[in-house]
């Protein structure tokens, strides 16, 4: 129905135009057959005249004009000829045939023969007049005066125009039809094109046709569109995925979904040193706290999402009064989603445990961040200990033999291994949430074969990145021996394997009603001039850490005085907001770094500062979750200079943060989100200048190219979220317990078939 519609849309022109033309030519064709029909009867006339002037001039002059009109008369007997007259050269009429008008004089005739249509209509019709001398050699010669029946030419032309109405009908006919059948066949052509084009089958046909040798697909007559149409439904794509995301995103209810059918709804305990909410008394009161952790920031939504346990370290000075008489506490306060369950550590413990063994031992032995790891043989003895402790724990709160326990960070390396020796049914995933150094480095631990052995009792090893996988197997291989299938990522320790996998962490990705409660981001700039004192114009960059060495904050501070030397027009407009979380202070190594930083920071104030403008804000404190969006949001650009991160969720947070799609995020290579966030301006930290060029780009990049790396960065941080995180590590671990619980049916019904055979 359609293509007869577009049809007559294209039929109506068309024979409009044929009618028109048809219209225009019709009078011009019959100017031309009474042209060709005059030069005709001229040329006849000439002939006849001719004739009649050899016989005229055989005549005698006395008999002549009797002669002459029986010549004539002769003459007219021809049934085009209406009427001869002989005139003399003076226009005299010396004698004329009957069918002459008597009217019509010599002269009069004559005039007329000498216009270019030498026409005359009289009674008995149109006639044309021809007029020729009688002896061409003489000047003064008499002439004869032709007159010839205009009605036949008339009629031919009639005839002629008609002819030429049904050719012009039939012609517009055909070339209507033949037009309607090479549309139609064109049109389908086309639909079928473009629906090839759009279902992008296109790439794959030539392959087909030609066994792999071109690229150009589409129908020759789409080929100079395909670029374009697909270039379209590309940009149509991409804008639908980012404003929807992934079709099944990763989200709460999906991770609850995954618990219910693949684990079964089995119970999910999560052990880890900081605890999600910290009770703190203070003058006003008990109030709760949340820690500035990327750890935490992780998990506690997967919490929220599974409800279960989570045993962890109660560091609060309030948190013993508000625990129940098992040491368990509801959480969040507000709607109580899951269990905390807190592990009350001495003060020997947490020194030995988590200052020694942890902070001063593996964080630096896994940060290349050259500062030395120590190894005390007392921390040693604590950390095994706490580790047993927490093990302890979890068979506690476990409820049945097989529970998905989920073991977070170097605090723990031990305890996977003592949780399998009481529960060796349970699923133990283990997430370590920093780097893995390669064999060489994590050999300078003197209990280095205990660490893994202590790991490798996990069901699931996970790290950040496959480079972290890589150095872990390496350093296996290389201390341990146990056996490794490099395309299965198992290890297997003493028969029992442990698969070792990427997983990628991230945050939970904003939902609306957070998002509605957002500040729009100039009202959070001007918030946020207004509080810190910013004159108007300031470029704004942020740098959110926790105080630690392995941040970049030194490197920092060294590129943005860098940026204030190398381009002077940003004296007096750019200023780094350093939030630092105060983080394990009571490690020398820590003070002593803190301290630098403020040092440094008082420095380039000093040089770079005039009145009331100070380049380097430090805010060396902790900031509530609604301060740090709020920060994000005015800022112009995110700083992560990580010399070494696992991951790095700051930037993570930046980038959800910036539903306007603005703002710069300048990222370290050696952080493990850098893999994942090349849109971001990656720069090495230890490199001043090429920091420097990047803070100076970040500030003048136009908004266009910043929302464009912008709605990158947001796309993949969506999709690639926490939930995801922590479903596809259930997910792997849902089917590892599928295949144990299998293996275990099998072995059970090949015993009892064995037992029945037995006599
Ligand atoms: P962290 O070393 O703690 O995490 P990071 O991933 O950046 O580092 O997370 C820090 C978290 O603390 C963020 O959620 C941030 O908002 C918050 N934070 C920082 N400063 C704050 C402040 N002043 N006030 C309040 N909150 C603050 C470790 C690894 C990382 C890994 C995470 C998760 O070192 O590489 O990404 O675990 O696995």
């Not at 379209?232 to 992934?246: F, I, Q, S, T, V």
């Not at 506690?300 to 989570?310: K, L």
């Not at 996970?462 to 056996?483: I, M, P, Q, S, W």
Request: aromatic share 8%; hydrophobic share 40%; with cysteine.
């Amino acid at each position: 129905m359609k293509s007869i519609h577009l049809q007559i849309r294209f039929l109506v022109p068309l024979l409009v135009t044929l009618t028109v033309a048809a219209l225009l030519a019709l009078p011009l064709l019959d100017r031309m057959t009474l042209r060709w029909f005059s030069r005709d009867l001229s040329a006849r006339g000439s002939m006849v005249a001719k004739t009649l002037s050899l016989a005229i001039s055989d005549i005698e002059p006395n008999a002549k004009l009797d002669r002459l009109r029986g010549l004539l008369e002769r003459g007219v007997l021809d049934e085009r000829l209406v009427g001869i007259a002989l005139c003399s050269a003076t226009n005299e009429q010396i004698l004329s045939t009957k069918g002459f008008p008597t009217s019509l004089t010599c002269q009069e005739a004559r005039t007329i023969a000498r216009q270019q249509d030498p026409r005359l209509e009289l009674a008995s019709g149109a006639v044309h007049i021809g007029d020729f001398p009688v002896n061409t050699q003489q000047a003064d010669s008499d002439r004869l005066v032709l007159l010839h029946d205009l009605s036949l030419p008339d009629r031919r032309s009639i005839d002629t125009r008609r002819y030429m109405i049904i050719f012009i009908t039939l012609l517009g006919l055909a070339v209507a039809g033949i037009t309607m059948v090479v549309a139609q066949l064109s049109w389908r052509g086309w639909v079928s094109g473009m629906r090839a084009i759009m279902r992008g089958e296109g790439l794959v046909r030539p392959l087909l046709q030609t066994g792999g040798g071109g690229t150009d697909s589409a129908p020759p007559e789409l080929q100079p569109l395909e670029v374009e149409i697909r270039q379209h439904l590309r940009e149509l794509e991409d804008n639908l995925y980012r404003e929807h995301g992934p079709l099944t995103p990763w989200d709460p209810e999906r991770l609850r979904g995954l618990l219910r059918t693949q684990l079964r709804g089995d119970q999910v305990i999560v052990v880890s040193n900081r605890e999600p909410y910290i009770h703190l008394r203070g003058a006003d009161g008990i109030h709760v706290s949340r820690p500035a952790s990327g750890l935490v920031t992780a998990v506690e939504p997967v919490m929220r999402a599974c409800s279960g346990t989570w045993i962890a370290h109660g560091s609060g000075n309030a948190d013993q009064e508000t625990v129940d008489e098992h040491d368990r506490v509801a959480v969040p306060p507000d709607t109580k989603d899951y269990v905390l369950r807190r592990i009350w550590l001495t003060k020997e413990e947490e020194e030995g445990y988590y200052q020694g063994f942890a902070n001063e031992g593996l964080w630096p032995l896994c940060h290349v961040a050259h500062v030395r790891p120590v190894f005390r043989e007392s921390d040693w003895a604590q950390y095994r200990a706490v580790n047993q402790r927490f093990a302890d724990a979890v068979v506690a709160e476990a409820r049945s033999d097989d529970p998905v326990v989920l073991v977070q960070d170097y605090h723990f390396a031990l305890l996977p291994a003592m949780v399998r020796e009481k529960l060796p049914n349970a699923t133990i995933i283990t997430f370590w949430h920093i780097p893995w150094p390669n064999p060489e480095s994590f050999g300078i631990c003197p209990w280095r074969r205990e660490l893994l052995q202590g790991m490798l009792g996990s069901t699931i090893l996970g790290f950040h990145t496959r480079f972290h996988c890589k150095n872990f197997t390496e350093t296996v291989d290389r201390y341990l021996e146990a056996r490794i299938e490099h395309e299965h990522s198992t290890i297997s320790y003493q028969g029992e394997p442990t698969l070792v996998q990427s997983y990628p962490i991230s945050i939970a990705w904003p939902t609306d009603e957070e998002r509605v409660a957002w500040p729009a981001p100039t009202e959070a700039r001007r918030a946020v001039f207004e509080r810190l004192g910013l004159a108007e114009g300031t470029c704004l960059a942020v740098g959110v850490d926790r105080f630690d060495y392995t941040k970049g904050i030194l490197e920092r501070l060294h590129a943005v005085e860098r940026l204030l030397e190398k381009y002077p027009q940003w004296q007096g407009r750019f200023v780094l907001v350093q939030v630092a979380a105060p983080t394990r202070s009571a490690l020398d190594e820590y003070r002593e770094f803190q301290d630098r930083i403020h040092r440094v920071t008082d420095r380039i104030n000093l040089q770079y500062g005039q009145g009331s403008y100070k380049p380097v804000l430090l805010l060396a404190e902790h900031h509530d979750h609604a301060a740090l969006m709020e920060l994000y949001r005015a800022a112009d650009m995110c700083v992560v200079t990580s010399l070494h991160d696992g991951m790095n969720l700051v930037c993570k947070e930046f980038i959800a943060a910036r539903d306007d799609e603005q703002g710069v995020l300048i990222l370290s290579r050696f952080a493990g989100a850098a893999r994942e966030l090349p849109e971001a301006l990656v720069i090495n930290p230890y490199h001043v200048e090429e920091t420097t060029d990047a803070l100076h780009r970040a500030a003048t990049m136009p908004p266009q190219e910043q929302r464009e790396r912008m709605a990158s960065l947001r796309m993949t941080v969506r999709e690639f979220n926490v939930y995801r995180w922590a479903g596809r590590m259930l997910a792997d671990a849902g089917q590892w317990r599928l295949r144990e619980r299998i293996t275990r049916r099998v072995q059970r019904r090949s015993r009892e078939g064995s037992e029945a055979t037995t006599p």
